[in-house]
């Protein structure tokens, strides 16, 4: 079955210090791979996103994600946290082909950033 | 920047009540989706439409519900009969001009629907 994990429900960093948050996914297809974050009261921006080719990936905000097939992963980070990073953010899987180009989501993972 | 709109940003209704809720896609883009989020729950795909057709519909999406493009800016979602379940945020989203890969999908700010 097609699924998306975001292992952790809440992280809280400092501002500063570095961030991961991990995605790992179960897809039967060539699966394209996304991070959207969603402030409050907005709509899902998207972050990044994994086609092909180079598998670390470097997104807006200074966001970057790695994708690791051998282990269904595409975890993001970010080296140096700003207050105005607290969101929550989501990842995402996508089919390669076809028409149908619907998105498997994860649950989220809702980012506090202390000061 | 070209965006996806949706209108309203909140509908309150009645349970039974029909409601449509509307999406403006940024407009040279090919494919529309409709998506939801209850609260605390994940992301859940509803439909995607493209060529004035449904392309996919999934479980959730039962004979309650309708999408339709009336015009050439305009993407509606239509419950025809509300029930307390159907509250949640509904994201619209857009994607895929011609020649281009589709599957970036650009999302709306989404409507809050609640269901009495």
């Known amino acids: 079955a097609q699924s998306v994990t975001q292992p952790d429900i809440h992280i809280t960093v400092s501002e500063g210090a570095s961030l991961e948050l991990r995605c790992n996914y179960s897809?039967?297809?060539?699966?394209?791979l996304f991070w959207y974050v969603q402030s409050p009261g907005q709509g899902l921006q998207l972050l990044l996103k994994?086609?092909?080719?180079d598998t670390l990936v470097q997104g807006i905000k200074g966001f970057e994600a790695e994708f690791k097939r051998s282990q269904s992963s595409f975890n993001l980070r970010k080296p140096s946290v700003h207050w105005s990073d607290a969101a929550e953010y989501f990842c995402a899987v996508g089919a390669a082909a076809g028409n149908n180009r619907k998105l498997i989501w994860g649950l989220g993972t809702s980012l506090a950033v202390n000061p | 920047e070209p965006e996806v709109t949706q209108t309203p940003s909140h509908q309150v209704t009645q349970m039974g009540q029909e409601v449509i809720l509307r999406c403006v896609p940024i407009s040279n883009h090919l494919y529309f989706y409709w998506y939801r989020q209850i609260l605390g729950q994940k992301v859940e795909f509803l439909v995607s439409f493209y060529n004035n057709e449904i392309s996919e519909k999934s479980e959730i999406f039962d004979d309650q519900f309708s999408v339709e493009r009336p015009d050439g800016s305009n993407f509606t979602l239509k419950i025809r009969s509300t029930k307390l379940e159907d509250s949640a945020m509904y994201f619209c989203?857009?994607?895929?001009?011609?020649?281009?890969?589709?599957?970036?999908?650009?999302f709306g700010p989404g409507t809050r629907l609640t269901v009495l």
């Open positions: 989203a857009s994607s895929g001009t011609s020649g281009s890969w589709v599957g970036e999908q650009f």
């Open positions: 994994y086609f092909s080719g």
């Open positions: 897809y039967g297809a060539t699966p394209y």
